[in-house]
């Protein structure tokens, strides 16, 4: 992850971390937008201009992350995990027409 609230707030990183039950790391540049930007800059110009071979290099070369890790909480994940599974049945049940309830209470709204 990067930009401000990373490096502010790790209640959010860790709920990143549990919803996406994978490891996540914070990037250690404070201007990671800018970064990127030269990462891909340099890329366009030649191998034989920068030394590298292509954006992956560069961003191997200049990329740095923080050494803390951030490690999914199995329980939080599962809960989660959960959540979208509902929240998928929802979106089928409501948003794509499974049934007719919202238009009902719409009309009941504007009676």
Do not use: W
């Not at 340099?42 to 560069?58: M, Q």
């Amino acid at each position: 992850m990067s930009g401000g609230i990373p490096t502010k707030n790790p209640l959010v990183v860790q709920i990143y971390t549990d919803i996406l039950n994978r490891p996540v790391k914070i990037c250690a540049s404070d201007q990671a937008c800018a970064l990127g930007a030269a990462v891909l800059g340099a890329a366009a110009a030649p191998e034989a201009t920068t030394g590298y071979k292509d954006a992956n290099e560069i961003a191997a070369a200049l990329g740095k992350v923080q050494d803390k890790v951030y490690t999914p909480n199995p329980e939080q994940a599962r809960i989660y995990d959960q959540l979208y599974a509902d929240y998928l049945t929802l979106h089928e049940y409501f948003g794509k027409g499974g049934n007719d309830v919202m238009r009902r209470l719409n009309a009941l709204r504007r009676q």
